[in-house]
């Protein structure tokens, strides 16, 4: 079974321009999360859709930070424009449903703002 | 608002060694309680699950126990390995199985050979 899949990997962008990220969850999984990961620290959740809708985003700055997933599968995470500390680490994760027991992580995205 | 530590935040051990990580939360009302491993570059990867009804949980050379009153959970590693090098990260789900996770700052653990 493939796992979650992200890309890109890493990205080096400068203050003030736009950056986005993508993630395709594991086949099947209605429910996909975002968390943002700053050095040092545990992963935050920003976002989380269960199929195409938001179920909580709470913590997504909404004044810079977007995401959207269209057709219920893949997922997209957008800042603009970007600051310095934005630079972090960005997890995307999926579960079979709201309730499961198991979220299944990808392996990060890399943003560093300079 | 829950709020999630974990001490220490580094740790560094010989291999064969025991050690146990600590996690402490602020709100006792949770759903569960998980431990996660990342290594550099990758993902969380779930190590032990224990519901609000367990007090424990065992995987090979882990164990995971929980102390809700106390807002306390530990993860015991035995026989430590350089293998076991990585960052442990505990996590706490809200009164229901839908609640956000929590995490804490994380314990990096290295492991000398």
């Known amino acids: 079974e493939a796992g979650v899949a992200q890309s890109p990997r890493y990205k080096i962008i400068e203050k003030r321009q736009s950056v986005a990220f993508w993630c395709n969850p594991i086949?099947?999984?209605?429910?996909l999360y975002w968390y943002q990961q700053i050095l040092g620290q545990g992963p935050k959740l920003l976002i989380q859709f269960q199929n195409n809708g938001v179920v909580d985003d709470s913590q997504l700055p909404k004044d810079r930070f977007s995401a959207e997933r269209l057709k219920g599968v893949d997922s997209t995470l957008k800042i603009q424009p970007a600051k310095l500390e934005d630079s972090a680490v960005y997890l995307c994760a999926s579960s079979l449903e709201r309730g499961s027991r198991e979220q299944y992580f990808g392996p990060g995205t890399r943003l560093t703002v300079t | 608002k829950q709020e999630v530590t974990q001490i220490p935040a580094a740790l560094s051990v010989p291999e064969g060694e025991n050690l146990v990580l600590n996690c402490s939360f602020t709100?006792?009302?949770?759903?569960?309680l998980q431990w996660f491993r990342q290594d550099p570059g990758k993902g969380l990867t779930s190590l032990l699950l224990?519901?609000?009804?367990?007090r424990e949980q065992t995987s090979g050379r882990l164990n995971a126990s929980l102390d809700k009153s106390s807002g306390r959970s530990t993860l015991y590693i035995a026989a430590s390995q350089p293998g076991d090098s990585a960052t442990y990260l505990c996590?706490?789900?809200?009164?229901?199985?839908?609640?956000?996770?929590?995490f804490g700052q994380g314990t990096t653990l290295q492991v000398k050979p």
């Open positions: 996590a706490v789900k809200g009164s229901s199985n839908t609640g956000k996770l929590i």
């Open positions: 709100d006792s009302a949770i759903y569960n």
């Open positions: 086949s099947g999984h209605a429910t």
């Open positions: 224990i519901q609000s009804s367990q």
